[in-house]
């Protein structure tokens, strides 16, 4: 039986936090040699679910970096929209990763 909508985005968000943890020690070329997409799909919750990361080379704005993006998501209003939680990291070849802004985030399309 499913639990609560607030149980389900407490325990994607810590899967997300934990992915963009472990992605945080990758290099820049590593980072630039991630597949585009590598979706898994999970049960959060009692919900299905799935985890994909999107790797954005050069994307708006961030010319020269690499984007990151660490998206939970589950299907939602039977299958026309979908819930999400999004993490992201910038990796440059000159400056330590950070943390994707909001607007990195929506500029990628989330």
Do not use: C, W
């Amino acid at each position: 039986m499913p639990t609560s909508k607030g149980a389900y985005i407490e325990a994607a968000t810590r899967l997300v936090e934990a992915r963009v943890k472990a992605l945080s020690d990758l290099s820049f070329s590593q980072a630039a040699a991630l597949p585009e997409t590598d979706s898994a799909k999970f049960v959060i919750e009692g919900m299905a679910s799935s985890i994909t990361t999107f790797r954005y080379s050069d994307a708006y704005a961030i010319e020269g970096r690499v984007l990151v993006v660490v998206l939970a998501a589950r299907p939602t209003l039977l299958g026309i929209a979908a819930q999400h939680i999004e993490r992201g990291l910038v990796f440059s070849p000159y400056e330590a990763v950070r943390p994707a802004t909001q607007l990195e985030l929506q500029n990628s399309g989330g």
